[in-house]
C-alpha cells in the first residue's frame, strides 16, 4: 500500500517539538564535497534543495540530498516549486528518511540568514537550514541554522563533517 503524502503529513513532518529539534546536523565530507562542486558550478546563482537522513538522540544525519531549481534565477535570493518540494520530501519519506531541511548558497554573501531566510524558517519551526557562502576569492564558508518555534529567533546548530 502506497503511503499517503499530503501537504499536512509534510509538515507535520517537519513541525518538531522543541525537544526533538536536532542541535547537530551531521553530513559526510563526500556529500559536503559535492554541494561545494554544485555551488561553484552555479555560481553566481543561488542553488538550493533538500536534506533527508535519520534524526538521533538530537543528531541530524544526512543520508541524501537533491538540488531543486531555483525559479528566481537569482544571485541574491532562491525560491523553489513548493510541489517539486513536497514530492521531494514525500519521496523521501518513502525512502524510509526523514526530512531535515534546506540547504543554500549565498553568493558573495555570508552565512547569516538573510531576512527572507528568516520568514522563510518561521514557516517551518525545526526545519534546519545549510547555508554554503562562497565566493572566489574568499572561498567557502558554511554553516546551519534553525529556528524552534513561531516565536524563537534563529540559533546555529552545530555542524560536524566525518
Not at 562562497?134 to 540559533?155: E, M, N, Q
Request: with cysteine; net charge neutral; proline share 4%.
Amino acid at each position: 500500500m502506497r503511503s499517503s503524502c499530503t501537504v499536512s503529513t509534510v509538515y507535520s513532518s517537519i513541525i518538531l517539538k522543541n525537544i526533538d529539534i536536532p542541535s547537530t546536523l551531521v553530513l559526510r565530507r563526500s556529500t559536503l564535497d559535492e554541494l561545494k562542486s554544485i555551488v561553484e558550478k552555479e555560481y553566481p546563482l543561488e542553488i538550493c534543495g533538500v536534506l533527508a537522513g535519520k534524526i538521533v538522540d538530537k543528531r541530524a544525519f544526512v543520508e541524501e540530498y537533491k538540488i531543486l531549481e531555483n525559479i528566481l534565477e537569482s544571485s541574491t535570493r532562491f525560491w523553489f516549486d513548493e510541489r517539486k518540494w513536497m514530492e521531494t520530501v514525500c519521496e523521501f519519506k518513502r525512502k524510509g528518511l526523514e526530512y531535515i531541511g534546506l540547504f543554500h548558497s549565498h553568493p558573495d554573501g555570508s552565512v547569516l540568514p538573510s531576512l527572507a531566510d528568516r520568514h522563510r524558517m518561521m514557516e517551518c519551526p525545526g526545519e534546519i537550514w545549510l547555508i554554503l557562502a562562497y565566493s572566489p576569492k574568499k572561498g567557502f564558508d558554511i554553516c546551519a541554522w534553525v529556528i524552534s518555534d513561531y516565536i524563537s529567533s534563529f540559533s546555529k546548530v552545530n555542524l560536524v563533517i566525518t
